[in-house]
Structures are given as structure tokens and as C-alpha cells.
């Protein structure tokens, strides 16, 4: 059984930084791409950022592109979501997200089949 375990959400400030951790457990780790959504209030759940089974492509949402790095540590199994310069709408739930493919496609437009319980960022104004 796949878990995602999200963490690292807060409350914070415009230009503020966080780091989302998610933590995979289950089975094997770097075999598979890894993936960040977010879902405000009242909206749908949309992408954020992707990283391939190699660490060596990287994926964004133009709304977080430049602000936004996705990286991994295998090692760890663990997939991280660093941001910077946050802005009020980028308040939301953050989900950290995998497929069932190993070696395949990254989750972008093709959501995910395994998802966390989320972690909250709220960034005030």
C-alpha cells in the first residue's frame, strides 16, 4: 500500500519562504515520478510541479514557475517542494502526489493514482 505523508505547510506572510516535505512509503521510491497540486477554496485541484523518476526533469504550473523548485532524495524517499516568494493566492492544500507507472510520465495533466492527506499554506497578505 502506496502512503504519502505531507509536511511543511504554515501560515505565513506575503514573500515568505516554506518547504513542503512528502515522504513515501510502501514501495520502492525511485522508480517512480513524483508530483505537487494545490486545491484552494471553492476551486478545482490544479498542478503545481512534477519531477521525473531520474530527478533529471522538472516540471511547473506558470502561476509558480520561478518561485517553485521540486527536487527528490531517494535516499530518503522523500520528495520536496520549495517556495519562494509566496504570494496570498498561493494559499491553499498541497498535495503530494505518485503514479502506478514505474519509469513513466510525471503526474501533470494526468493526475496521479496515490495522493496525501495534504499539509494547509496559507499566505497572508
Known amino acids: 500500500q502506496v502512503q504519502l505523508v505531507e509536511s511543511g505547510g504554515g501560515l505565513v506572510q506575503a514573500g515568505d519562504s516554506l518547504r513542503l516535505s512528502c515522504v513515501a512509503s510502501?514501495?520502492?521510491?525511485?522508480?517512480?515520478?513524483m508530483g505537487w497540486f494545490r486545491q484552494a477554496p471553492g476551486k478545482d485541484r490544479e498542478f503545481v510541479a512534477a519531477?521525473?523518476?531520474?530527478?533529471?526533469?522538472?516540471y511547473y504550473a506558470d502561476s509558480v514557475k520561478g518561485r517553485s523548485t521540486i527536487s527528490r532524495d531517494n535516499a530518503k524517499k522523500t520528495v520536496y517542494l520549495q517556495m519562494n516568494s509566496l504570494k496570498p493566492e498561493d494559499t491553499a492544500v498541497y498535495y503530494c502526489?505518485?503514479?502506478?507507472?514505474?519509469?513513466?510520465?510525471?503526474?501533470?495533466?494526468?493526475?496521479?493514482?496515490?495522493w496525501g492527506q495534504g499539509t494547509q499554506v496559507t499566505v497572508s497578505s
Open positions: 510502501g514501495r520502492a521510491f525511485s522508480t517512480y515520478p
Open positions: 502526489t505518485t503514479t502506478g507507472v514505474p519509469y513513466g510520465p510525471p503526474p501533470m495533466e494526468t493526475m496521479g493514482d496515490y
Open positions: 519531477i521525473t523518476w531520474t530527478g533529471g526533469s522538472t
